[in-house]
Structure formats: structure tokens, C-alpha cells
């Protein structure tokens, strides 16, 4: 049996023990509840109800009992851009789960990284150490991931900030309107399906995405967009609202095919790739830029469409 040990800091102090310890153990709250009703919780090695609020510096310790609770290390190649002692950049393929969940308990990029890092955060442990930022399953390109609780704490205080400098590559259905500019709408989870973002929702958060056309191609348009927010399936739920979704998007905008001169091209997973991440290193305070190419598949589907021009 192991066991996590969290302190609570001031960013977590004074709210309910459910909700800090779901933060900062990457489990469900109804998962913390569960612990908390086992005894497996405690804080300050004492049992407490979930509505409990914590105080700085109150001491959490979770009992770790079940297998599928523990992160397991597995050889899988990765693509590293990047890697000291607190930070790990690195080049998501498309198809990759990052963290374990229901139906996806093993094979992820955390498995891969837990294996090709010698350390691992303890924040967002045992199944999520260390995950600041990710990117949908389908969806490619650079991440950062902490190997350390303060580079954690620094990553999370730069994305709270905006201070992140993230540019992604699409392939939007259709013809966009002038050659660039932003969608403003606000994003909150969708009051019809919970699994799902909306621009409709009652609880809406601000959202902006900047973007500016690259390529017009016969059916949609090659665009780089960049985020002013970080809003949850922020630029797939943007475009799709438009009128304009990211192709092969089967959630938002279901337009996995499109057909030019009789001939149909189909896209297998959204054409959504995080091209360009740049933030400053939470421990040396060095700015760092990181970039990925397109992917393979992306680019054979650009192929394709140019050929029909």
C-alpha cells in the first residue's frame, strides 16, 4: 500500500477538502469522497467530512490501496524536446491520451513519462503528476509537463496569468471572412451535455482566439490561431460556432469529410496541432520557445486538397 502527502498552500487554503484534494491528487471528487468516507483521507493524520475547509499548511495523506490508482512506468518512445530535473517538453502524437482515466488506464503519455523521467511531481499524483496544460486525445503538438511541485506551481501561476505563448495549426471547414481576426465568445460547460463546451452555456467564462489565415485550400482554410485564454476545447468550440469547425472534429461541427470534384477526402481525427509554446522556466527564469512541425498526417491531408486546387 502507498501513500501521497500534499500541503496545502495558500492558493488551496479556505476551500472545501473535496475540491483541494482533487486539485492537487488529480482523482475525482466523487473519488475524494469515497476516500474520505473509507478513512483512506486524513488531514493532519486525523479522519474530517468532505465539506471540511482546509487551512495553509494542513498536511493531506491519501492511502493508495488499489493498483489502478498508481501510475504504472511503460516503455513507450516519445519525442522529447526538452528535459531537466523540473520541466519535460515534449512532442504529443495524435491518437494519445495523456493521462489515464475510465477506458484508457494504461498507454497514455503520462505511463510514457513516468518511465523516461528519473522524477515526478507529487502535485496532481498518482495518476496526473505534473500535468499544467494538455491536449485532446486527437490532438498534436507541444507540452509541458512539471517534474517538479515548484516548477508545477510556477507553470500553474504562468497559465493563470495568460502569460503563455501558445499558437496552434488548423484546418477550419470553409472560407473564413477576411484574411485575419478574433472570436471573443465566452466558454462554459454545455446545459445540455456536460461532456461537452459551449458558447451557450449559463456559466460562460471570457474566451478570445486570435487567428489569421494561411493557406485557402478547395472546402476550408489552413489557419494559425492563438490563444488569449485557455479555456477547456477552446478553439475547437470557437470555430464550430462559426460556422467554420476544425475538419474531422467528430464532437463539434461533425465535419469528418469533405467532397471536392466528386472526390471525398476524410478526415480520421481533428486537424488541430499545438505548433508553438513558449513560457519562461519557473526555476531559472529563462524564457524557452518550443515548436512542432505538422504532422504526418495533417500534412497528407494538405497534400491531398492542393492537389484538387
Not at 489557419?223 to 475547437?236: E, M
Not at 476524410?266 to 515548436?291: D, I, K, N, V, W
Request: charged share 25%; glycine share 8%.
Amino acid at each position: 500500500m502507498g501513500q501521497l502527502h500534499f500541503t496545502i498552500d495558500n492558493k488551496h487554503a479556505n476551500i472545501r477538502i473535496d475540491i483541494a484534494a482533487a486539485d492537487l491528487s488529480g482523482f475525482t471528487r466523487s473519488r475524494i469522497k469515497t476516500l474520505i468516507e473509507d478513512g483512506r483521507l486524513k488531514v493532519n493524520k486525523s479522519d474530517v467530512k468532505h465539506n471540511y475547509k482546509v487551512r495553509s499548511g494542513d498536511i493531506i495523506e491519501i492511502a493508495i490501496t488499489d493498483a489502478s490508482e498508481e501510475l504504472i512506468p511503460e516503455d513507450i518512445p516519445i519525442e522529447i524536446l526538452y528535459h531537466d530535473n523540473d520541466i519535460m517538453v515534449l512532442n504529443k502524437p495524435p491518437y494519445m491520451v495523456v493521462y489515464p482515466s475510465a477506458g484508457h488506464d494504461h498507454g497514455t503519455l503520462i505511463n510514457a513519462i513516468a518511465f523516461h523521467a528519473d522524477n515526478l511531481a507529487s502535485i496532481g499524483g498518482p495518476l496526473r503528476p505534473g500535468i499544467v496544460h494538455r491536449l485532446d486525445k486527437d490532438t498534436s503538438g507541444v507540452m509541458v509537463v512539471a517534474l517538479s511541485d515548484k516548477a508545477y506551481y510556477g507553470l500553474v501561476e504562468q497559465f493563470s496569468e495568460r502569460s503563455i505563448n501558445r499558437r496552434y495549426k488548423a484546418i477550419v471547414y470553409g472560407r473564413l471572412k477576411g484574411e485575419e481576426g478574433e472570436i471573443s465568445l465566452s466558454i462554459g460547460r454545455s446545459d445540455s451535455d456536460r461532456k461537452k463546451m459551449s458558447t451557450k452555456s449559463k456559466r460562460p467564462k471570457e474566451a478570445l482566439t486570435a487567428w489569421k489565415v494561411i493557406e485557402r485550400l478547395p472546402g476550408c482554410t489552413l489557419i494559425s490561431a492563438k490563444l488569449g485564454t485557455g479555456r477547456t476545447h477552446q478553439i475547437r468550440v470557437h470555430f464550430a460556432s462559426t460556422g467554420h469547425p476544425v475538419l474531422g472534429d467528430k464532437t463539434y461541427g461533425s465535419k469528418t469529410s469533405i467532397e471536392i470534384s466528386r472526390r471525398k477526402i476524410t478526415f480520421p481525427r481533428q486537424m488541430l496541432h499545438a505548433e508553438l509554446l513558449g513560457f519562461t522556466h519557473p526555476l531559472t527564469m529563462e524564457y524557452m520557445e518550443f515548436s512542432s512541425p505538422l504532422p504526418e498526417d495533417m500534412n497528407g491531408k494538405l497534400s491531398e486538397l492542393r492537389d484538387l486546387a
